[in-house]
């Protein structure tokens, strides 16, 4: 029988960790589309493609080839057959990744490769993003938006960057959600029929066994 759970939510809600430690615990494959927006970020920079320009993102986005691994306690990315697991996170992608995603042709083609990885792994895959629940699978199972406050996703999103000014994380946070929310293709939004988790007064450990509950209820 199928089950795919959607998460999403803005940057540094702590959607990753719980979405992979829900696979899991569920036995269910897990894709970061995440790091599919990052990875396409970090092949353009490659190719030096002017990002303020989404002609020309949208031409050379269409021959980036994309490659993502399902396991939850083993997560890959492949960009053009190069291992970009560790370079998607720098700050260059981090910083434009945004423009990158504003893009509706480079949604399209990420959006048919993530339903395509849905549909491979048997409909049995927790999958994370900001669409997930309104556009990529509007029939999913179930549908989590998970939020913490700005100030609780800054600090542990510096922990884990081991940066330590978390103000100047915060604003990155806060700059990237305005430019997700207000996008005309698919804006980060909640989706009407999902349910929402606050994190900001819990563990790890306790969202993952909200989420597992309600889904083994
Ligand atoms: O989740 P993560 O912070 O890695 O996502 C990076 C960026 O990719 C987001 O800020 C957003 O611009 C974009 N994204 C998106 N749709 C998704 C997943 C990510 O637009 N489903």
Redesign the pocket.
């Known amino acids: 029988t199928s089950l795919v759970v959607a998460v999403?939510g803005p940057?540094?809600s702590g959607?990753?960790s719980t979405a992979r430690g829900v696979a899991d615990r569920l036995g269910l494959a897990y894709l970061?589309?995440?790091?599919?927006?990052?990875a396409m970020?970090w092949a353009l920079l490659r190719a030096g493609t002017d990002l303020s320009d989404p002609d020309a993102i949208a031409a050379a986005a269409r021959g980036i080839h994309l490659e993502s691994g399902v396991d939850p306690l083993d997560p890959t990315i492949y960009a053009d057959g190069v291992d970009v697991a560790e370079a998607?996170r720098g700050e260059n992608v981090?910083a434009a990744?945004?423009y990158?995603?504003?893009v509706p042709s480079v949604?399209e083609q990420?959006v048919a490769m993530?339903r395509q990885s849905i549909a491979d792994n048997g409909d049995r895959i927790v999958v994370?993003?900001?669409?997930?629940g309104s556009t990529?699978a509007p029939d999913a199972d179930f549908k989590i938006y998970l939020v913490a406050d700005p100030a609780a996703r800054a600090a542990r999103r510096a922990a884990e960057d081991g940066s330590a000014d978390a103000l100047a994380t915060e604003q990155a946070l806060a700059k990237?959600?305005e430019?997700?929310s207000n996008?005309a293709a698919?804006p980060?939004a909640m989706a009407d029929d999902a349910v929402l988790v606050d994190s900001t007064y819990m563990t790890l450990e306790e969202v993952i066994a909200t989420i597992v509950d309600m889904v083994e209820q």
């Open positions: 999403d940057s540094g959607k990753s970061d589309t995440g790091a599919m927006y990052r970020t998607i981090t990744v945004s990158v995603a504003a949604r990420l993530q994370e993003g900001r669409d997930i990529v990237r959600d430019i997700d996008r698919s980060l």
